[in-house]
């Protein structure tokens, strides 16, 4: 799977959108990017993936370049339990597993 | 919404105790993990299983491990011989079709060995 790299952490104010960037330059046509997220020590939440095309579910949107070798991940309206890492992964499916790097601390403060 | 379910929520045990960890995947999902994060550490694959066998295991995923899934409904990670090192939040993930499909995870197993 390709490497992905994200800022260690970012802040960002109750309210306002948060911007999580990711970068995977080398990204193959059959990988997806995908979208996690992990608060505290529970287990890694789904938020959302995509091919090619932006895509937007009720927890977030992800936009990803056309050349596909960097993508941001858009909470519309941060809140406080939004506190947590994000991570950003590159994946086919083809080998079944998921590689979690160190991902991004998003805190939302008041 | 269906949801992957672990039991229990936390395990203490002795050294060398054997330990087994439930879960209960997603109806109807198909393709079955384990992972392991050691406090502080990143997310870990040890193995995925599918079709009543192993696809794939890590390193970490030695001799002293073993997945079964005893019925049509739990997925089971039993460790023979505890170590101290295997103190860790365990997470088990079920997923549906390959190929673009996503990978819901539970909420996991705090393990702690003394």
């Known amino acids: 799977d390709a490497k992905t790299t994200q800022p260690t952490s970012m802040d960002c104010a109750e309210g306002r959108a948060a911007n999580l960037p990711c970068n995977h330059s080398?990204?193959?046509?059959?990988?997806?990017v995908y979208w996690y997220r992990q608060i505290h020590s529970q287990g890694p939440q789904y938020i959302i993936h995509g091919l090619k095309n932006n895509e937007t579910n009720e927890m977030a949107s992800l936009i990803i370049t056309e050349d596909r070798k960097s993508s941001t991940l858009i909470l519309p309206h941060a809140t406080l339990r939004d506190t947590a890492v994000y991570y950003c992964?590159?994946?086919?499916?083809?080998?079944?597993?998921?590689?979690f790097g160190k991902g991004t601390l998003l805190t939302v403060n008041p | 919404e269906p949801e992957v379910t672990q039991t229990p929520s936390h395990q203490v045990t002795q050294m060398g105790q054997e330990v087994i960890l439930r879960c209960v995947p997603i109806s109807n999902h198909l393709y079955f993990y384990w992972y392991r994060q050691i406090l502080g550490q990143k997310v870990e694959f040890l193995v995925s299983f599918y079709n009543n066998e192993i696809s794939e295991k890590s390193e970490i995923f030695d001799d002293q491990f073993s997945v079964e899934r005893p019925d049509g409904s739990n997925f089971t990670l039993k460790i023979r011989s505890t170590k101290l090192e295997d103190s860790a939040m365990y997470f088990c993930a079920s997923m549906g079709l390959a190929g673009g499909s996503t990978q819901y995870f539970g909420p996991g197993t705090r393990l702690t060995v003394l």
């Open positions: 992964i590159v994946w086919s499916g083809s080998n079944y597993k998921l590689t």
């Open positions: 080398t990204i193959s046509g059959n990988e997806y």
